[in-house]
């Protein structure tokens, strides 16, 4: 996606204090390092879903245990929470 159609995404769907905030961030970064951090967010936000959409369908092992469960397995039972984080 062009970057210019990027940026009309980020001003439609962020804030005008969100986008600021955004903006004097990567602003603050070395060009380089500023054009590659918007290339890896425009690839990657163009691809996920939709807000109110049906998440993709994936497969995980049970923590502790060597079956694997599907998310779509959940759909219509229970509410499922996806927390992505990094402990390192």
């Known amino acids: 996606m062009p970057m210019e159609d990027f940026f009309a995404l980020l001003k439609k769907h962020l804030s005008e204090k969100d986008l600021a905030r955004m903006m004097e961030f990567t602003n603050a970064m070395p060009q ?12 990657r936000e163009t691809h996920a879903p939709a807000v109110g959409a049906d998440a ?6 049970k923590l502790g245990d060597s079956e694997r469960v599907r998310l779509s397995g959940f759909r219509g039972h229970k509410p499922v929470a996806l927390i992505f984080g990094s402990y390192t």
């Not at 380089?32 to 690839?43: D, G, N, P």
């Not at 993709?56 to 092992?61: A, C, I, S, Y």
């Open 32 to 43: 380089e390092r500023r054009v590659a951090f918007m290339r890896f967010l425009s690839e």
């Open 56 to 61: 993709p369908d994936f497969e995980l092992p």
